[in-house]
């Protein structure tokens, strides 16, 4: 039998501890160790010979790591996860546009137009009909996915029931498209397009709705009514087109012949603020990773540390998960995954400055053959153990270690004075330093690593024959109680994961 190779990353946040979710992106990686865990068994040895007799079923943790290279609109996700804390989202750079005609398809279905503004965030795009119904959407990987109207879904309350927790049957609701009527039927409540449900008609329902996996939250409900939801979701298997998101060129197919279409969207940038959470608990996500013949997911998964290295090539983005329980799913096309259309993040995108601390950073770029930042959560996922289940309850946080290790061109000595503290030789005082990494990825947008405190822990200057000589310099973040942190990363993109 011929197998395709399909190996790929996709992950999706968690709102609760091993509750698998659907990916919000994926990734084409270069490796995908994460797998099931080695034998998982309690055996028992007793007294009556030499030999096993028994085997059974001990705690089971799924562990491993996966590479890919990096791009702006997925690795700030990444670092939300592993730092903990979105401090903010500022999207006052971001304009939302309303009923922008795109003009009319042709006898075939098809038509092909460019956006007014750009670059256009991703998965905002959504295209109307003449009626206007939703028709087509942004899926976020550069393809406009075919959209579909549910209506009258069945959602009652029983007696005495005034609250509802639900799934709706299809995920993937497009934002602004979910409605809830009573028996009558009266519109009660409608989502507002940013995740909330608010009540029309002074009917008091109120509640939240999950638009990627179709979770609906209500309150302010009457008992014992026959309740009805009307919605719109994304088939991620059709799809309607394309949408370069840099040039605004947009091709749509598949759509009612000679018929005007109108798209809205929203254009500019989103800021990101990304800090270190001082909690023990660890945010934890639902990973997937294609491996050819089955889709393997793991539930409540937590990245123990984020890995960057840069040199000479793409950087080369680690991530090492540890998380509860796995099962298979069913392997996915390329058609199907969320794949960023953004190119890799190259050397030449990178630049790194230091200074002393308190000092702005100065760009040392040119002095700078490799660097590698680590972000290590130390994460204790068999702490997570307990009493009634094999799986984890929940991940811990470890100390919170990020180091910075470069090799620099030897040609100064202030690295090593820095390290000592003086000139001469060591003291009792090292020069404390601030470091920062910058990854720019032009119109895509860019992440800012600051760093304002650290310590350089070593400095080599080791002579090999005539080789040129480098000096291999590490250096370790500490807590700066001036601005209150540890480590804070800006990211400005087109992207707002949820």
């Known amino acids: 039998m011929s197998v395709p190779i399909t190996r790929y990353f996709g ?22 160790g994460m797998d099931s865990p080695a034998d998982p068994f309690i055996h028992y040895e007793g007294g009556l010979g030499r030999y096993p007799r028994r085997a059974i079923a001990g705690a089971y943790r799924s562990e491993g790591s996966v590479e890919m290279a990096a791009d702006i609109s997925t690795l700030w996700f990444f670092l939300w996860l592993v730092l903990g804390v979105k401090a903010t989202t500022d999207d006052t750079g971001v304009t939302p546009i309303a009923d922008e005609v795109l003009g009319s398809t ?17 998965k905002t795009a959504v295209v109307y009909n003449a009626t ?9 990987g ?14 009652p309350t029983g007696a005495g029931v005034t609250t509802l927790a639900f799934t709706l049957s299809h995920p993937r609701v ?23 449900i608010v009540e029309e008609g002074s009917s008091g329902v109120l509640g939240t709705i999950d638009y990627v996996n179709g979770l609906i939250t209500l309150a ?17 298997t059709i799809k309607r087109g394309t949408l370069n998101y840099l040039t605004g060129a947009i091709s749509l197919n598949g759509l009612g012949a000679s018929e005007a279409h109108t798209i809205n969207y929203s254009y500019g940038k989103y800021v990101h603020v ?33 890995t960057l290295a840069i040199e000479r090539e793409l950087a080369d983005l680690s991530l090492e998960l540890t998380g509860g329980e796995d099962l298979k799913d069913t392997i996915q096309d390329e058609d199907n995954l969320f794949i960023p259309q953004e190119f890799p993040i190259p050397f030449h995108h990178v630049a790194f400055g230091w200074s002393d601390y308190g000092v702005t950073p100065s760009d040392a770029s040119c002095d700078v053959d490799s660097i590698e930042l680590a972000i290590n959560n130390n994460a204790d996922g068999e702490g997570g153990l307990g009493l009634n289940s094999r799986y984890p309850h929940k991940i811990y946080a470890g100390n919170l270690d990020i180091t910075i290790d470069l090799t620099l061109k030897f040609e100064t000595t202030e690295a090593k004075e820095d390290f000592w503290g003086s000139a001469a030789g060591p003291t009792e005082t090292p020069t404390k330093k601030a470091a920062q990494l910058t990854l720019d990825a032009s119109d895509w947008g860019s ?12 400095v080599a200057h080791v002579p090999s024959g005539h080789a040129r000589l480098t000096q291999p310099i590490s250096l370790k973040a500490q807590y700066d109680t001036i601005t209150e942190s540890l480590i804070t990363v800006t990211a400005t993109c087109l992207a707002d994961h949820k």
């Open 142 to 155: 550069g393809f406009m996915r075919k959209l579909v109207q549910i209506a009258d879904e069945a959602h």
């Open 11 to 32: 992950i999706g946040k968690e709102a609760v501890y091993k509750t698998k979710v659907l990916p919000v992106f994926h990734n084409d990686i270069t490796s995908g």
């Open 132 to 140: 206007p119904l939703p028709v087509a959407q942004d899926d976020g």
């Open 220 to 236: 302010g409900l009457t008992a014992s009514t026959a309740y009805t939801a009307n919605y719109t979701y994304m088939d991620v």
């Open 447 to 458: 992440i800012v690593f600051d760093m304002p405190k650290c310590f350089i822990t070593s």
């Open 174 to 196: 497009t934002p602004g498209t979910f409605e809830f009527y009573d028996a009558i039927p009266t519109l009660v409540a409608s989502d507002n397009g940013a995740g909330l």
């Open 274 to 306: 990304i800090t270190a959470t001082n909690e023990m608990d660890m945010l934890s996500a639902t990973v997937r990773i294609g491996k050819d013949l089955y889709e393997h997911t793991f539930t409540g998964v937590a990245i123990s540390q984020l």
């Open 106 to 122: 042709d006898a075939d279905g098809a038509l092909s137009d460019t956006l007014i503004h750009t670059p256009v965030c991703l």
